[in-house]
């Protein structure tokens, strides 16, 4: 599975956007962007995941760049219980034999009032 | 519709001591992994478990070996405690034919080795 790179932490107002960076430079044709979020204490909990489209769901959006070497998770407005490790990991969705998910040290957020 | 669940919460053993832990996955879920959390680390995965069978694996020693049950729960055994076991354990559910893309996690075990 290919590397992923993001910024250690950053700090976001309550109800802005908040923009999550997240390079994957040696990122293959098969494999998908995921986003995971960790709020302290809990499990990870599966935000989005895409290929090459942009794509929302309740949650956030994200955006891939045409080239596919790197994306940004947006969470449209930030609330305080949006604080929490965001991981952004790219793994071939090969079906039962492949379901590894490769953590990285992810995004450490913290929304403030 | 119960999530992932978990047992124990915390559980406290002593080095050389063996451990159990048990995941029960989301309802109509059948794949179990299982993650080890060191304090202040991103999850490393252990190994996987779909029709009973372990998967795949990751850079675990044999000391940490896994079960699944016909009711798709599973079990993570870990024999010969050392401290460096110390860790949040999380156990993973998905469904294979969606090739796992939403994988729900459970609170996880709180395991200390001392």
């Known amino acids: 599975d290919a590397k992923t790179t993001q910024p250690p932490s950053m700090d976001c107002a309550e109800g802005r956007a908040a923009n999550l960076p997240c390079n994957h430079s040696t990122i293959s044709g098969n494999e998908y962007v995921y986003w995971y979020r960790q709020i302290h204490s809990q499990g990870p909990q599966y935000i989005i995941h895409g290929l090459k489209n942009n794509e929302t769901n309740e949650m956030a959006s994200l955006i891939i760049t045409e080239d596919r070497k790197s994306s940004t998770l947006i969470l449209p407005h930030a609330t305080l219980r949006d604080t929490a490790v965001y991981y952004c990991?790219?793994?071939?969705?090969?079906?039962?034999?492949?379901?590894?998910?490769?953590f990285g040290g992810g995004t450490r957020v913290l929304v403030k009032p | 519709d119960a999530g992932v669940t978990q047992s124990p919460t915390h559980l406290i053993k002593t080095r050389g001591q063996q451990v159990t832990l048990r995941c029960s996955p989301k309802s109509g879920h059948d794949t179990v992994s299982w993650y080890q959390q060191a304090l202040g680390q991103g999850p490393q995965f252990i190994f996987q478990y779909y029709e009973e069978e372990e998967r795949q694996r990751g850079n675990f020693p044999d000391r940490f070996s896994g079960h699944q049950f016909p009711n798709y729960s599973s079990e993570l055994n870990v024999n010969a405690l050392l401290l460096g076991d110390s860790a949040l354990y999380l156990c993973a559910s998905s469904l294979a034919v969606t090739s796992g893309y939403e994988q729900y996690f459970g609170p996880g075990t709180r395991l200390t080795v001392t």
């Open positions: 990991i790219v793994r071939v969705a090969i079906g039962a034999a492949g379901n590894k998910l490769t």
